[in-house]
């Protein structure tokens, strides 16, 4: 899937990679808060949707390749792998550089459903492969659950407002920001392109830099591609959790997951359809990111006023760390048979 380069060109493309993705992440992010003010969507939609499924290229890309070169394992593992990078590195280390404000409609509603999204796809794939069928049923899923949620989102913003506005409790209208919705968009689509293609570099350098220290395919596989994949929205969340754009965050995370674990997964086998794959998925990975999903609930739960915006906190972030932590050892051991 990525060619041998030499040794030196390895160190100028991960190093090229991490200066393009910081500088697109934060091209990209601006563009897009713009975006979303100009049009009057929500920000969690444009996280979700834009933000969500345009940093979740680079798994599409990789899941296809894998797929059609028969590399089932790495197709599957690549999806799911970047779904719990994303709860427990991603979000992790988003709200390490500053505590995320989670509204009821992502606690009550995101962090279940991705569960249950979790859980659905371990029936679907409970006899070890996936065929075009069970694809397409993925991809359908898909289909009817986005446009849903988004819906939700947008009913649950205007109620929310009607809520302030009698209360007395209505924003003053900003003042707009200079710039056309033409610049915005320019900037909004130059740093998508900038960024998945800086962490396509990145990645690449990245294995080839493996293979030549000597560390398996099959680990480079679990780690550095699933990890590498997820580069742009470790990238686009930590400039959104500086700039305070807490929706763009829990945005890009949820709709990446759902992203990936159904249109991903489901392009895939559809392309080529999988004829059995690591026990380890259904025991291993899906549950652990069935429970990681529900943590969103739990942590962004808000207990003295359910119906008021939680935070998830620093302590959060901590467990989130230390679970994957430990879910990397496990994986490790397991996948090269010591344990």
């Known amino acids: 899937m990525y060619t041998d380069i030499p040794f030196w060109l390895s160190l100028v493309m991960i190093v090229g990679g991490l200066v393009a993705l910081a500088w697109s992440s934060d091209l990209f992010v601006d563009?897009?808060?713009?975006?979303?003010?100009?049009l009057g969507i929500s920000p969690f939609i444009i996280g979700m949707v834009i933000i969500g499924f345009g940093t979740s290229a680079p798994e599409l890309c990789v899941s296809v390749m894998s797929g059609c070169s028969g590399?089932?394992?790495?197709?599957?593992?690549?999806?799911?792998?970047?779904?719990?990078?994303n709860i427990a590195v991603i979000?992790?280390?988003?709200?390490?550089?500053?505590?995320?404000?989670?509204?009821?409609?992502?606690?009550?509603?995101?962090?279940?459903?991705?569960?249950?999204?979790?859980?659905?796809?371990?029936?679907?794939?409970?006899?070890?492969?996936?065929?075009?069928?069970?694809?397409?049923?993925?991809l359908g899923a898909f289909a009817v659950l986005l446009p849903l949620y988004c819906w939700?989102?947008?009913?649950?913003?205007?109620?929310?407002?009607?809520?302030?506005?009698?209360?007395?409790?209505?924003?003053?209208?900003?003042?707009?920001?200079?710039?056309?919705?033409?610049?915005?968009v320019v900037k909004l689509v130059v740093g998508l392109s900038v960024?998945?293609?800086?962490?396509h570099v990145l990645v690449w350098g990245a294995v080839d830099l493996a293979k030549f220290i000597g560390v398996s395919d099959l680990v480079i596989g679990l780690t550095i591609v699933a990890a590498g994949t997820?580069?742009?929205?470790?990238?686009?969340?930590?400039?959104?959790?500086?700039?305070?754009?807490?929706?763009?965050?829990?945005?890009?995370i949820i709709g990446s997951n759902l992203f990936n674990m159904l249109a991903v997964v489901g392009l895939a086998c559809v392309i080529s359809p999988v004829d059995s794959f690591s026990p380890y998925v259904l025991k291993?990975?899906?549950?652990?990111?069935?429970?990681?999903?529900?943590?969103?609930?739990?942590f962004g739960f808000n207990?003295?006023?359910?119906?008021?915006?939680?935070?998830?906190?620093?302590?959060?972030?901590?467990?989130?760390?230390v679970v994957f932590a430990a879910y990397t050892v496990l994986m490790f051991l397991q996948e090269t048979g010591k344990l």
């Not at 009550?108 to 006899?127: C, E, H």
């Open 303 to 321: 207990r003295r006023h359910p119906m008021w915006p939680g935070v998830i906190r620093r302590r959060h972030a901590t467990v989130w760390l």
């Open 230 to 252: 997820s580069l742009p929205e470790l990238a686009s969340a930590i400039a959104s959790a500086r700039r305070g754009e807490h929706e763009f965050v829990l945005g890009n």
């Open 152 to 184: 939700f989102d947008q009913k649950t913003k205007v109620v929310g407002k009607s809520r302030r506005k009698r209360n007395g409790a209505a924003q003053q209208a900003e003042p707009e920001e200079s710039g056309s919705i033409a610049v915005a």
């Open 195 to 199: 960024l998945v293609g800086s962490s």
């Open 91 to 138: 979000l992790g280390v988003a709200v390490m550089v500053f505590p995320l404000v989670a509204r009821p409609a992502v606690t009550f509603v995101a962090g279940p459903g991705l569960a249950a999204i979790s859980l659905f796809s371990m029936f679907i794939l409970r006899d070890g492969s996936c065929s075009r069928i069970d694809a397409a049923i993925l």
């Open 284 to 298: 291993r990975d899906l549950p652990l990111l069935t429970l990681l999903s529900l943590s969103i609930l739990f």
């Open 31 to 38: 563009g897009a808060a713009k975006v979303a003010k100009a």
């Open 71 to 85: 590399h089932a394992n790495l197709s599957l593992g690549n999806a799911y792998g970047s779904c719990v990078f």
